[in-house]
Every structure is written in C-alpha cells, then in structure tokens.
Nanobody, 123 residues
Framework: QVQLVESGGGLVQAGGSLRLSCATS????????MGWFRQAPEKEREFVAA????????VYADSVKGRFTVSRDNAENTVYLQMNSLNPEDTADYSC????????????????WGQGTQVTVSS
C-alpha cells in the first residue's frame, strides 16, 4: 500500500509562487510515476503535471506549461510541484497521485491518491 501526503498549499497573491510537496511511503518513489491534479469548486478534476518514475519525462497541461515545474527527489521519496506566476484561475485543491507504470497514464489509471492541499490565489 502506498500513502501520499501533500503539503505546501496556502493563500498567495496573483503573481506569487508556491511549492507543493508529495511525500510517499509504502513504496520507493523511484518505482512510481507521479502526477499532480487539481479540482476547483464545481469543476471536474483536471491533470496538471506528471513525471515518470525514471524522471526522464515530464508532461504538463497547457494551462500551466512554462509556469509550473514537476520534479522528484528519490532519496527523499518526495515529488514537488513548483508553481510560479500564479493567477486566480489556479485556485483549486491539488492532489498528487501515483501510478505503477513507467509511463504517464490517463488519470483513471493512477493507483493511489493523496488527500489534497488547497491553493488559493487572490487577485
């Protein structure tokens, strides 16, 4: 069983930055492909970014490309989402998820999910 715990959310002004962390336990993170997703009020969950278990490939949603960076520290069993140039449209509950595949799967094929951390961007 894999446990995921997100942290780093909070309230930030537009144009600011936050770094989210996803700490994993129960399985070495180097054997997991990790994804970040978000869900805004009254909206469906959407993909944000992902990184393969080798770290060799990263994928981003068009809405965050150039502003967000996903990275991993296998020694710390942690995955990060650095978010820069935040705007109010980025306000959402952000969750990390883990997949037991070496590639980035569709959202429905992630195997484990964290509880989420709230990010609020004020204008």
């Amino acid at each position: 069983q894999v446990q995921l715990v997100e942290s780093g959310g909070g309230l930030v002004q537009a144009g600011g930055s936050l770094r989210l962390s996803c700490a994993t336990s129960g399985r070495t993170v180097s054997t997991l492909t990790m994804g970040w997703f978000r869900q805004a009020p009254e909206k469906e969950r959407e993909f944000v970014a992902a990184i393969t278990w080798s770290g060799g490939r990263t994928v981003y949603a068009d809405s965050v490309k150039g502003r967000f960076t996903v990275s991993r520290d296998n020694a710390e069993n942690t995955v990060y989402l650095q978010m820069n140039s935040l705007n109010p449209e980025d306000t959402a509950d952000y969750s990390c998820a883990a997949a037991l595949t070496p590639w980035v799967p569709p959202m429905s094929q992630y195997d484990y999910w964290g509880q989420g951390t709230q990010v609020t961007v004020s204008s």
